[in-house]
């Protein structure tokens, strides 16, 4: 006799919240985020019983003691990693890393490199305040060229790393931005996002009170003019639709005016989803404050899964030679015994 099939119960925001004081500096980006996440998944009916974060270290990764569903705090980086362990262990779970752009780009970006070039399921947002928060202050893989933190005062001299342009080189097959103000359209990114098979890296511009305080300000504050608006099949336009984006022969974007004193709209760039790598690094090159910030989502890319492919591979595996024999495997082949004289015993 089959079991009856269990009822599910439609959560709520409250649902995903815990009994944990949030710990996180006041004004600080990463309580929006917690509550559109919070708010988000619980529209989406998820079940807590297999949702888990994943974070490595940083003020972004106490993300998952406010979350009332599984999950771990580990080690510096690391979230990807272990969180494909976890992926492929249980590919019957929703997995969440939660990193910063510290944790995640540079400790961490051997592991984050992997994980998307992999395209396993997971889905990590990436908290981009442009500083390590936590540990005082020092600039970070994605700050600014002049950035003046505790292990800078004369001013940074890297060049920052762009978040959506390693996410592509990566391979990554969902690609997306949002600012941490803006709860409708990262609502809508976590969405999608959840849905998507494989891969899917989601940046989000995150305000620092305390250490890099408004360094997305214009950004926000601005939306109109600050922003592009990524709409799938739409030409790339902002400040009201009278300034766009097209491309020079030299295949440079540029930005033009648009309408009766400037070019007509259908010179402008389209933007499409699907569209090339190519594409999209171009797309995501747009950087303030020469560019409008683009935001949405970037790219989508159809792949099966790494863990998917992996279960399918046991599974040929075990219907075409059965189910092994650990015990035996283990001494079979190229193994010998040593002698007390230290020598092999053939």
């Given amino acids: 006799m089959t079991e009856p099939a269990q009822k599910l119960v ?15 500096c006041p004004g600080c980006g990463d309580y929006a985020i917690l509550a559109i996440v919070q708010r988000t998944l619980a ?12 974070s490595g270290i940083g003020c972004s990764s106490r993300f998952p003691y406010y979350m009332n569903t599984f999950g771990f705090h580990t080690i510096h980086g690391r979230a990807p990693a272990i969180a494909t362990g976890l992926k492929l262990a249980r590919p019957d779970l929703d997995v969440w890393v939660i990193t910063g752009d510290g944790d995640g780009l540079s400790i961490g970006g051997n592991h984050m490199l992997h994980a998307l070039r992999r395209n396993v399921g997971l889905k990590i947002i990436l ?9 005082k202050g020092q600039y970070s893989p994605t700050s600014k060229v002049g950035t003046r933190a505790a292990s800078t005062p004369s001013g940074s001299i890297d060049h920052p790393l762009n978040p959506l342009q390693f996410a592509i080189g990566a391979g990554a097959t969902f690609i997306a931005r949002a600012t941490d103000t803006d709860a409708k359209g990262l609502a809508a990114i ?22 890099n305080d408004g360094i997305w300000d214009q950004v926000k504050d601005d939306a109109a003019n600050r922003q592009l608006a ?8 902002f400040a009201g639709g009278t300034m766009g984006v097209r491309m ?40 303030t404050p020469e560019f409008p910030v683009p935001v949405g989502v970037l790219h989508v890319e159809d792949k099966t899964a790494f863990d ?10 075990i219907a075409k030679q059965g189910k ?13 015994e040593v002698g007390d004289d230290g020598m092999r015993q053939e």
């Fill in 308 to 317: 998917v492919m992996a279960h399918q591979q046991v599974t040929d595996a």
């Fill in 230 to 237: 990524l709409v799938d099949g739409q030409p790339l336009t």
């Fill in 324 to 336: 092994g024999d650990l015990a035996k495997l283990m001494v079979q082949g190229m193994t010998w």
């Fill in 127 to 135: 908290f981009n305040n442009q500083i390590y928060g936590l540990t």
């Fill in 190 to 211: 976590l969405d999608r996002a959840y849905k998507h098979q494989g891969s899917a890296l989601i940046e989000v511009l995150q305000n620092c009170p305390v250490f």
């Fill in 43 to 54: 529209s989406l009916g998820i079940k807590r019983e297999n949702t888990v974060f994943v």
């Fill in 10 to 24: 439609k959560l709520s925001k409250k649902d995903l919240e815990t009994d944990q004081d949030v710990r996180w």
């Fill in 248 to 287: 020079t022969p030299d295949l440079v974007p540029e930005l033009v005016k648009v309408g009766d004193d400037g070019v007509p709209k259908e010179s402008l760039l389209v933007h499409r989803e699907r569209g090339s790598s190519a594409y999209a690094h171009l797309i995501s090159s747009l950087t």
